[in-house]
């Protein structure tokens, strides 16, 4: 069993930038592939960015490539979100979410993943 809780939301304007954090229990942190998805209100929850176990490789949603930063602290048991140049439909809750693997299978569907944290909100205002 994994507990994961998100911190880090908040509200901010068009261009501006926040980075969300998700910490997670246990001592089989390095064992999952992190992941964060969002959900928007009347939308279905998206894929935003994944990070394999050792945190070598990365993934991203088109709609946030070269804007959203995945990384992750083994050491730590923390994942991270960096966003910037912020835009309105950014606007959701943002989950981080857990996939226990034993390879660097990366998941980009939401039923694929095994632990979800209680989300965190993001504002962007124009």
């Known amino acids: 069993q994994v507990l994961l809780v998100e911190s880090g939301g908040g509200s901010v304007q068009a261009g501006g930038s926040l980075r969300v954090s998700c910490v997670a229990s246990g001592r089989t942190f390095s064992s999952y592939v992190m992941g964060w998805f969002r959900q928007a209100p009347g939308k279905e929850r998206e894929f935003v960015a994944a990070?394999?176990?050792?945190?070598?490789?990365?993934y991203y949603a088109d709609a946030v490539k070269g804007r959203f930063t995945i990384s992750r602290d083994n050491a730590k048991n923390t994942v991270y979100l960096q966003m910037n140049s912020l835009k309105p439909e950014d606007t959701a809750v943002y989950y981080c979410?857990?996939?226990?693997?034993?390879?660097?299978?990366?998941?980009?569907?939401?039923?694929?993943?095994?632990?979800w944290g209680q989300g965190t909100q993001v504002t962007v205002s124009s």
């Open positions: 990070i394999i176990r050792s945190g070598g490789n990365t």
């Open positions: 979410a857990a996939d226990r693997v034993y390879s660097d299978y990366v998941a980009v569907h939401a039923y694929e993943y095994d632990y």
